[in-house]
């Protein structure tokens, strides 16, 4: 068997795809009372389809919204924000977006819940209940269909709010901080949940989280932005070998990467 470096320098000769978003030297201000708070300044990237994109950074760099950006919730004040070859002017079904905030409709099912934004679009009520099913079963919900999200545990109705997610069958997937609230063993189990499911569809990913390990551990680049107003600082492509595992977090090589985003970050502010 190859070694790594074997590896990766094989992946590296097969043909690139065309980005599937371009971040162009977006800029955002918020307007204040005496003058615009600057929140981003010129950031640029770009993302490739099944990429799997971690962006970290002090608080209040902008890393939400940027976020927000790229799925179409917010316009920016300058630059241009691409999907597919169009510049983004709204919110598009193509993307899905996970808020740190479940906003978990408590009256319904989490059946209920992954079929709504269906039914929202008018799909018949059969086809909504085969395409919910089969992403409950996806992110692992099985037998808890009927279930409401008081019964459910923090991660369980994280995985609800992934399932509504992708129940639209998204090109793009947006995850703002969709672990911050649970603890550390439910979000370590919770990281890999996303590994496992990311590696099942394959979607492309964008995730904002505080977590060094997390972003590296998920990520094929991680995006560390400057504090405020945030700009891209580093870029570090992330070539450990996939399936990734937790195992992985103890290796040297984690710990060089990981090295060098918290140097990153500690430059850019707190």
């Given amino acids: 068997m190859p070694s790594s470096p074997e590896r990766v320098r094989r992946a590296s000769t097969r043909p690139v795809a065309a980005p599937l978003l371009i971040v162009e030297q977006v800029t955002a201000d918020f307007p204040d009372r005496e003058r615009p708070l600057r929140a981003l300044e010129e950031v640029s990237f770009e993302v490739r389809p099944q990429e799997f994109v971690s962006i970290v950074g002090p608080s209040g760099c902008g890393k939400s919204t940027l976020l927000r950006l790229v799925g179409g919730l917010l316009r920016p004040t300058s630059g241009r924000v691409v999907f597919e070859g169009e510049t983004l002017a709204a919110p598009r079904r193509d993307i899905g977006f996970v808020f740190q905030r479940l906003n978990l409709l408590p009256w319904r099912s989490a059946m209920a819940n992954v079929t709504l934004p269906l039914e929202l679009d008018g799909v018949p009520a059969a086809e909504a209940q ?69 590696q099942a569809r394959r979607k492309t990913v964008v995730m904002v989280t505080h977590s060094i390990s997390e972003a590296i551990l998920l990520a094929d680049r991680v995006l560390v932005l400057s504090s405020r107003p945030g700009r891209l600082k ?29 140097a990153a970050i500690e430059t850019s502010g707190v």
């Fill in 130 to 198: 085969r395409r919910a099913q089969a992403v409950l079963e996806l992110v692992g919900l099985v037998g808890f269909e009927r279930s409401y999200p008081r019964d459910l545990s923090g991660g369980m109705a994280q995985r609800v709010a992934l399932a509504r997610a992708l129940a639209h069958d998204p090109q793009v997937l947006l995850l703002d901080e969709p672990f911050a609230s649970l603890d550390a063993l439910t979000r370590e189990r919770m990281s890999q949940e996303l590994l496992r499911i990311w």
């Fill in 234 to 262: 580093l870029e570090l492509p992330v070539a450990l070998p996939r399936p990734r595992t937790l195992e992985m977090t103890h290796t040297h090589g984690f710990g060089e990467l990981a090295a060098k985003v918290r």
